[in-house]
């Protein structure tokens, strides 16, 4: 069970709750800022259509979004941040953790790559998200970080061509208590 239960292999589902913002580890990178400031109006509808129901008055452009651009990187990485700022409505949370989307641009509409839950209680100066220099498929290799139980884990993820997959999970000395 343990990382199964938090991550779907056929597309990872991500996410984070409030409180705790992923931190990059590349200078090739620009900041977290919000939706509406960096992220393009078609992606913000295409999640809304995926991800909301339209009974649910959600302002999309409160989500945080990275930008991720390398050089030799094939396409832009939009990564999602799904929860709302400044707001106690946290629709795509749950007790899993919170939705954590990727996207890259696609022929008609924006490729879904990254899509998982993460729980974001962790010890101290631990990333939630990081995403490294190497490239795989075109696109850059993210680390993950969970807790199951006491025991901290690594994950680490790369692009397959479709969509980000485990690569390698490592258990750290580090617990948390």
């Not at 078609?42 to 959600?58: A, F, N, Y």
């Not at 631990?126 to 795989?136: A, H, I, K, N």
Request: charge should be negative; charged fraction near 15%.
């Amino acid at each position: 069970m343990g990382y199964r239960r938090w991550l779907m292999l056929g597309g990872l589902s991500t996410a984070l709750a409030v409180g705790v913002y992923a931190k990059t580890s590349s200078t090739a990178q620009t900041s977290w800022q919000l939706a509406g400031e960096i992220a393009p109006p078609e992606l913000l509808k295409q999640i809304g259509e995926e991800h909301l129901s339209s009974l649910e008055p959600v302002n999309l452009s409160q989500m945080r979004v990275l930008k991720v651009h390398q050089s030799r990187q094939s396409a832009p990485l939009y990564l999602v941040d799904t929860r709302l700022a400044d707001s106690d409505q946290q629709p795509l949370c749950g007790q899993a953790g919170c939705a954590f989307l990727g996207y890259i641009p696609g022929q008609n509409e924006y490729q879904t790559v990254f899509n998982t839950y993460l729980d974001p209680h962790l010890p101290p100066d631990t990333d939630l998200l990081s995403v490294t220099d190497t490239l795989q498929s075109g696109l850059p290799t993210l680390t993950l970080h969970q807790l199951e139980g006491q025991q901290l884990r690594r994950f680490t993820v790369a692009f397959d061509g479709t969509h980000y997959a485990v690569v390698t999970v490592d258990n750290l000395s580090l617990t948390y208590e």
